[in-house]
């Protein structure tokens, strides 16, 4: 036993399943129950350990009490519906995979007849794959590991001298295209939890190694130790593979797919790269009840939950400044203009500004504070943050990981851009508390541009303008279309034929 726990490991405990397809399969009763809804809410929260009489301790205490927010996590309605997809996932990838049964026989047989044969991993039509993808520092990693913790690394059935491996988290290679590489990575990773192995040198001989030999190993370990889920973070390195962006994620699926082995991809927006060159990878991203992750709205949903006030109200309880200030509506509409519903910039952005606050001794939070923060710390972060302001889709399209996923964002972008509209304008400090000097001194900086007489614009637009009926193929015929209707973009565009829909595009037969 004590050689189980310095490796992280657990005996098995066993409690009967009340489903029946999971009855009587000892890799799903050695796991903990399932959580319900408002034990997820509660398993999922992490906290700094706040009270307030620790605002009255000396400032380098109190700056060390505002890292403990870089794992502060608010769990939202999001959070639950990805838990409750994975616990589904996990429980049903060990349906017909226990030790000395007729149909672990057959896998362990046919892991050895291909190895034999050297043959590659059939493509199999059983789809065990979701795809997480979603805004870099929206807390996709941090809430998949959050959840992944209630569950031991290792299970040891003694009855089968069996270690059982719920899960193993691995980043795809910063290449793309690297079989072995992420092999490599397996391999170590199970290294590091099954006591007295020694598996990469057992099958990858050092790196020598040939890719299609290293997998079938990769798929014997998988299958020996009965992983119950394989978590491919950094997905869209794949995009950066400059020929066969295919080829790691085939490999990968398709051995997971013949072991039924659960994969879950996390990844950035510019995973879409990947998944939407063939309806084949689009169906391995599709299925599981997992949304896409865009940013925090600060407005309500439709059934009345707004996700960014839930967020906010709860980090702002977390001051340690020594005079603590109420969230109103100013604070909420400024904190959501500078961070963008983007939660680990409202989170360093909130503890950035605390850190000013005590270092220069005014102990207090003010939206020209928040301003000058960001207009200091967060330059790097201006043109991306600014183009989510805009919702310019077009200069989005620039910044891979945060550019919109659909045509339809784009189109709506570009006719937002015509009609010379733009997002709701938040106060600038200056223009609501009388604070001008941070935001005229950030203004008076920037080159105005050129003015051009009004006649010369009239007259280039009179010369180049032309009828929009004239122009069939002209988009600006669906979004003028979609404006006089109050209806959208892309269906005036599939009505006037400039989107074809996915069943025209794809054979589903």
């Not at 009967?16 to 408002?38: C, F, I, K, S, W």
């Not at 005590?358 to 200091?376: K, N």
């Amino acid at each position: 036993m004590d050689e189980l726990s310095a490796f992280g490991a657990v005996e098995a405990t066993y409690q009967a399943h009340h489903l029946p397809q999971y009855r009587g399969n000892p890799m799903v009763e050695a796991l903990p129950a399932t959580l319900r809804a408002d034990e997820l809410l509660e398993f999922l929260s992490v906290r700094p350990g706040f009270e307030p009489e620790q605002r009255e301790w000396a400032t380098d205490d109190r700056l060390h009490m505002l890292a403990t927010l870089r794992s502060f996590v608010v769990p939202l309605q999001r959070h639950v519906e990805l838990a409750q997809t994975l616990d589904s996932m996990l429980r049903s990838g060990y349906v017909g995979r226990m030790p000395r049964t007729p149909e672990y026989m057959r896998r362990c047989q046919s892991i050895y007849d291909q190895a034999r044969a050297g043959a590659s991993f059939a493509n199999s039509s059983l789809q065990l794959s979701a795809l997480l993808m979603g805004m870099p520092g929206m807390g996709k990693t941090t809430v998949v590991k959050r959840w992944f913790s209630q569950f031991p690394e290792v299970i040891y059935h003694r009855s089968t001298n069996t270690y059982q491996i719920t899960r193993l988290h691995i980043e795809m290679p910063s290449d793309g295209s690297s079989i072995k590489g992420l092999g490599h990575a397996i391999l170590h990773a199970v290294d590091r939890l099954i006591p007295g192995a020694q598996y990469y040198e057992t099958y990858a001989k050092g790196g020598r190694t040939g890719a299609d030999a290293l997998m079938r190993g990769v798929a014997r370990v998988l299958n020996m130790h009965f992983v119950g889920f394989l978590v491919a973070d950094e997905i869209q390195n794949l995009a950066n593979a400059h020929k066969g962006k295919q080829t790691v994620m085939t490999e990968l699926v398709s051995a997971c797919n013949e072991l039924g082995v659960p994969i879950l991809f996390i990844g950035t927006n510019k995973a879409a790269k990947v998944f939407s060159q063939d309806f084949r990878q689009s169906r391995r991203s599709c299925g599981q009840g997992i949304r896409h992750w865009d940013r925090l709205s600060n407005e309500a949903s439709a059934d009345g939950i707004n996700e960014w006030r839930s967020f906010l109200e709860t980090l702002w309880s977390f001051q340690w400044t020594r005079q603590p200030v109420a969230l109103d509506a100013h604070f909420d509409a400024l904190m959501h203009h500078y961070s963008q519903g983007v939660i680990d910039i409202a989170i360093k952005l909130f503890a950035s500004a605390q850190a000013r606050a005590m270092r220069d001794g005014s102990e207090r939070l003010s939206p020209e504070l928040i301003h000058e923060v960001f207009a200091t710390e967060f330059e790097l972060m201006h043109p991306m943050l600014d183009a989510l302001r805009r919702n310019d889709s077009e200069v989005l399209a620039l910044y891979d990981d945060v550019a919109p996923i659909s045509t339809a964002a784009l189109a709506e972008s570009v006719g937002r851009r015509m009609q010379g509209l733009s997002t709701a304008q938040v106060p600038t400090p200056h223009s609501q508390v009388g604070a001008a000097a941070p935001a005229a001194r950030h203004q008076s900086n920037k080159k105005r541009p050129e003015q051009r007489p009004a006649s010369a614009a009239a007259h280039d637009t009179t010369e180049t303008a032309a009828p929009l009926e004239d122009r069939p193929e002209d988009y600006r015929r669906a979004i003028q279309s979609a404006t006089d209707t109050s209806a959208q973009v892309y269906q005036r565009m599939r009505e006037l034929g400039m989107a074809r829909p996915l069943e025209a595009l794809v054979d589903l037969s």
